[in-house]
């Protein structure tokens, strides 16, 4: 069964430290993505990579950066948390970009607070 | 512009009662079309999807979908209503035009009143 694990479901930080949240996959998926999603907001894509040290941003880049040193492995970071970076943050893969019949296959979601 | 418009907000039905979650989509080619599903404080299940043939596609947990073209619409339908039911549902677009981007929609919750 494929599948996309964050590594953390909840996370409290504070203001102005820098959090990482790590997303693995185990599907060989050449593409990874990361929402984060807003009551009323939907998902909003903050960052994607279509290979291994490769970052595309999304439409909402600013306050975050991306690493992704391995295939499997897509990092989050925030440089210098700020409450208004509070949301659930969700981490997708999905194989060749140019294979249209698949989706997204989604990790369960890191709800962060930043106090 | 590629969109997807989720117009409710939420959806509340009775159990047994047929559902109706409602989308529309603008692409500027051929549309790519998928159902989401969200349970709380979970990432999103796959349901669905449309990529060509049959205007009626069947998913996952008996739901299915209705691709029309003239309306530019792919509501997500499910003949009777269970309470497990109740969700965070979202439709997505793939558009080929824009490198083949998932766009989504905002989302309905559905309420399955026992």
């Known amino acids: 069964d494929v599948k996309v694990t964050q590594s953390s479901r909840y996370l409290v930080k504070r203001t102005g430290e820098k959090v990482f949240l790590e997303c693995v996959q185990d599907m060989d998926h050449e593409n990874m993505f990361w929402y984060r999603q807003d009551p009323g907001l939907g998902l909003r894509l903050i960052y994607f990579?279509?290979?291994?040290?490769?970052?595309e941003k999304g439409d909402i880049p600013e306050g975050y950066s991306v690493s992704r040193e391995k295939k499997e492995r897509f990092s989050l970071i925030l440089e210098s948390a700020s409450t208004n970076q509070t949301s659930m943050y969700l981490c997708a893969s999905s194989p060749f970009v140019g294979d249209l019949n698949y989706g997204y296959t989604f990790g369960s979601g890191t709800r962060l607070t930043v106090v | 512009a590629q969109s997807v418009a989720q117009p409710e907000d939420q959806v509340n039905v009775a159990e047994g009662n047929p559902l109706t979650v409602k989308c529309t989509y603008s692409?500027?080619?051929?549309?790519?079309l998928f159902w989401y599903v969200q349970y709380p404080n979970r990432g999103l299940q796959f349901l669905l999807k449309y990529i060509t043939g049959d205007n009626l596609v069947k998913g996952s947990y008996g739901f299915e979908a209705e691709f029309n073209k003239s309306q530019t619409s792919f509501h997500l339908k499910k003949p009777s209503a269970l309470v497990s039911d109740s969700a965070l549902y979202f439709c997505a677009v793939r558009d080929i035009a824009s490198g083949n981007q998932f766009y989504f929609g905002t989302g309905t919750s559905l309420t399955v009143i026992p």
């Open positions: 990579s279509y290979d291994v040290k490769m970052k």
């Open positions: 692409v500027s080619g051929n549309p790519y």
